[in-house]
């Protein structure tokens, strides 16, 4: 089986603000209507359609980090995870220290 792969470029795909204008002037109504007429338009699933989608979160680097053996012992000591709650820390930290 082969597929046929259309390539665009971004200016094709990015709308003008123009047209962005126009479709702001739309009301609800119109915009739904537009979008039950339009043959392509996927059917709309109900409201809680999200709820079981996945969040994903920013991708992490990989580092090599020198801590003292005792903080790596305490966070390790504390179960599957420690690495996360060393970041959570640093990320406190962090975020503490920008407002000075």
């Avoid at 079981?52 to 580092?63: I, N, Q």
Wanted: without cysteine; negative net charge.
């Amino acid at each position: 089986m082969t597929e046929r792969v259309t390539r665009k470029s971004w200016n094709e795909l990015t709308p003008h603000p123009e047209e962005l204008e126009a479709l702001d002037a739309l009301s609800d109504e119109e915009v739904a209507r537009r979008v039950a007429d339009d043959p392509e338009a996927p059917p709309m699933p109900d409201a809680d359609w999200w709820r079981g989608a996945e969040v994903l979160a920013p991708r992490k680097r990989p580092v090599s980090l020198r801590l003292d053996p005792d903080i790596l012992a305490w966070f390790k000591a504390q179960g599957p995870g420690y690495q996360t709650r060393i970041n959570a820390v640093l990320r406190t930290y962090m975020e503490a220290m920008r407002g000075h």
